[in-house]
């Protein structure tokens, strides 16, 4: 069965390194993937989303990677501050398919 | 420029209870979906809408559980019989044209005691 992985245990470092979140998946063959960001009783927020054929993209301080050999997009935020906390989802869309299937989301406590 | 609007933003109801959760997709969006996300769980699929084609009802878990979406714009999610395990919070999510980034409203966050 299709399956997308995040860790589930918080991620915390101090204020200035750079976090690095992890999404596995299994069985899928994704056109694309997606990060999104989600505060405490918010919506999740839009932050980045990469094409299957792109290796790495950026945005301001942070960067996502997708290898689709190893099924992994990895992302990363430089420079890390507080207000970088929060809870980071990653989300899958097969081609073809318009619906983007979600991970269960890894949170990031960034320590001043 | 308003964003994508949900209401109630909390409801309490009785198990047995008919609900019915609103959203106001962002003026403009082709697609609308919902969501739900319960308590340290992932966003859980339950119905997608594009222009005039044929919702895909393919996440909705029971026959409880319906959608509508009125002139392409307002959707309407209704739980009949509400259950203890429908507890969660329904998320809606609109966007421009099928498969582009998705912009959430906050969220109805539903208790069924």
């Known amino acids: 069965s299709q399956k997308i992985e995040q860790n589930s245990e918080a991620l915390n470092i101090q204020e200035g390194k750079t976090a690095t979140l992890t999404c596995n998946y299994t069985n899928y063959s994704p056109a694309y993937l997606q990060w999104y960001r989600q505060d405490p009783g918010r919506g999740p927020v839009f932050l980045l989303l990469i094409r299957e054929n792109e290796k790495e993209k950026r945005k301001e301080r942070l960067k996502v990677t997708f290898d689709t050999t190893l099924k992994q997009s990895l992302f990363h935020i430089t420079a890390s501050q507080p207000a970088d906390s929060a809870t980071y989802l990653c989300?899958?869309?097969?081609?073809?398919?318009?619906?983007?299937?979600f991970g269960r989301g890894t949170s990031l406590i960034v320590h001043p | 420029g308003a964003g994508v609007s949900q209401s109630p933003s909390n409801k309490v109801t009785e198990k047995g209870k008919d609900v019915e959760l609103r959203c106001d997709p962002i003026?403009?969006?082709?697609?609308l979906y919902w969501y739900r996300q319960s308590l340290g769980q992932g966003l859980e699929f339950l119905i997608y809408?594009?222009?005039?084609?044929?919702?895909?009802k393919s996440g909705l878990p029971s026959d409880r559980f319906s959608a509508e979406r009125t002139g392409g714009s307002v959707s309407t999610l209704t739980i009949q019989r509400t259950q203890q395990e429908d507890s969660a919070v329904y998320l809606c999510?609109?966007?421009?044209?099928?498969?582009?980034?998705?912009?959430f409203g906050n969220g109805t966050r539903l208790t069924v005691t």
């Open positions: 809408f594009q222009g005039n084609s044929a919702p895909d």
């Open positions: 999510a609109s966007s421009p044209a099928a498969g582009v980034p998705l912009h």
């Open positions: 003026s403009g969006h082709t697609a």
């Open positions: 989300a899958l869309s097969s081609g073809g398919s318009y619906i983007p299937t």
